[in-house]
């Protein structure tokens, strides 16, 4: 839902409703209503927007994998520790 957007974000709504007007105009999102309340909607990735994901992904990875052979013996494991907790703080505020 877009709330959970803002509060996963750190955005305002405004900012929020923006990114996924745009994403729906690329095709990218769709906004789906919630059965049971009329005013909330809920924010979708479109087939479009998986197949770019996708296609981001396979990408990167090259240049991930670059990345990573640079790295010392447990660095990767590290790097990904460390970056998983900046995104899901002990708080619970991601």
Excluded: C, N, W
Excluded at 36 to 60: M, N, S, T
Aim: hydrophobic share 45%; no cysteine.
């Amino acid at each position: 839902m877009q709330r959970d957007l803002v509060e996963a974000t750190g955005s305002d709504k405004a900012g929020i409703m923006r990114v996924v007007d745009d994403l729906e105009r690329s095709g990218l999102a769709v906004r789906k209503a919630v059965p049971g309340d009329r005013r909330v909607r809920a924010v979708e990735i479109a087939p479009r927007g998986i197949e770019l994901f996708d296609a981001a992904h396979v990408a990167a990875e090259p240049l991930a994998e670059r990345l990573v052979a640079q790295m010392g013996p447990g660095e990767p494991e590290q790097l990904t520790d460390l970056l998983t907790r900046l995104v899901y703080p002990a708080g619970g505020e991601a």
